[in-house]
């Protein structure tokens, strides 16, 4: 698994996921995320396009940061999911509780 | 990739045996997704299974033993002539019935959403079978994947 800054605009930080967030990888985005959000950083989009996989531990991490960043008053979203993934989010109801997108460029709008 | 004939073949009782630490649950998943892909299940499929393994045997790694003294984890695959994937999970930690715990609340507010309690979830809606059973003071999850899940 691998989490990168694609860019920051405004307070708006957007960040590619790629690979498997499974038990082992997930605390790398818990532990990327929370660093982020000491430098100030409070809302964020994800693009998971390159997401291959996300098992419960991934699903709790995101979790997490999500309940963390609302509690700051910004906001966690996700964008571009592969279908495996979406299957998982929306079999777990997190669809309903994490805005996702189909592109970077609707996240962008909202 | 083997010729088609040889893809519904039955495989033979394969096992895997190994102390339940996290570290090596990427050799117990490779083990059953190389079988997985052998007898004929498709990627989507292939990659449910390894949902629902990484929840069975971080269930077992993260509850069955004391972090300090883990014991042995034992996975057994099967395939079936009918096309059907056996596995089963046993470990001699505590008596455990994952199956028992409650659903997670699906329709909860992000912030009322607990942490945690997905896996299980996860498992019974992927697989075709699940049952768990105590036996000789070990814990058995016996899992079933038919090729295709039905929706």
């Known amino acids: 698994m691998e989490i990168k800054e694609l860019k920051r605009t405004n307070d708006l930080l957007t960040a590619t996921l790629s690979g498997r967030m499974d038990a082992i990888t997930a605390t790398e985005f818990t532990n990327q995320l ?7 950083q409070k809302s964020f989009t994800i693009d998971c396009s390159q997401l291959d996989y996300i098992s419960s531990a991934g699903l709790r991490a995101i979790l997490m940061v999500a309940k963390k960043v609302r509690g700051l008053d910004g906001k966690l979203q996700l964008a571009a999911l592969q279908e495996s993934v979406q299957t998982v989010f929306e079999i777990s109801g997190f669809d309903k509780i994490i805005p996702i997108f189909a592109n970077l460029d609707d996240a962008a709008a909202q | 990739m083997p010729p088609p004939s040889n893809k519904r073949k039955p495989i033979a009782l394969n096992l895997l045996e190994m102390p339940a630490k996290l570290e090596n649950l990427p050799r117990f998943m490779t083990f059953v997704c190389e079988q997985a892909r052998q007898f004929d299940f498709t990627d989507k499929r292939t990659l449910e299974i390894e949902l629902v393994l990484e929840e069975a045997l971080v269930n077992v790694i993260e509850y069955a033993y004391p972090a300090e003294l883990p014991g042995r984890l034992i996975l057994h695959l099967e395939g ?72």
């Open chain 1, 34 to 40: 929370e660093s982020w959000i000491t430098e100030n």
């Open chain 2, 80 to 151: 079936k002539a009918d096309g059907k994937l056996h596995l089963e999970i046993r470990d001699r930690g505590i008596a455990f019935n994952p199956l028992e715990r409650a659903a997670p609340d699906l329709e909860a507010e992000l912030m009322e959403r607990p942490i945690g309690g997905l896996g299980i979830f996860l498992m019974k809606e992927f697989t075709d079978g699940l049952s768990w059973h105590r036996e000789n003071d070990e814990n058995c999850l016996s899992i079933i994947f038919e090729p295709r899940h039905a929706d």
